[in-house]
């Protein structure tokens, strides 16, 4: 099942790199996970909208030492990162228009 093809997928590997810099939006999913693929497009609209963030996204099943580190119970689950540091979060399936009024906040 395709989710989210638009957007990088990152591994415990690269993560501290990928997100050390700027305002990073990071979607644990789970392929199996029906809201995680009703919130693909949306993540990839937000892609679009917000040309200075950058999006990826971990599968919590094959990154699950990065589910436990940030304590992830639930997917989706959309952890913002600025400069490296957690600075929100948002459990559950958001409708595109209250996922983009949160992540202006970050602008």
């Known amino acids: ?5 638009e957007v990088e997928e990152i591994s415990s590997n690269s993560f501290n790199e990928k997100i050390k ?3 990073v939006i990071v979607d644990f999913f789970a392929e199996w996970c029906m809201p995680c693929v009703m919130m693909a497009p949306i993540i990839e609209e937000m892609q679009q909208k917000f040309p200075n963030f950058k999006f990826f996204k971990a599968n919590i099943d094959e990154n699950s030492e990065l589910a436990s580190r940030f304590n992830v119970l639930s997917v989706p689950t959309l952890i ?3 400069n490296g540091r ?3 979060r948002i459990v559950g399936s958001l409708p595109s228009n209250i996922l983009e009024e949160k992540l202006r906040r970050f602008v």
């Open 1 to 5: 099942m395709a989710v989210n093809n």
């Open 21 to 23: 810099k700027g305002i």
């Open 80 to 82: 913002i990162f600025k």
């Open 86 to 88: 957690e600075s929100d």
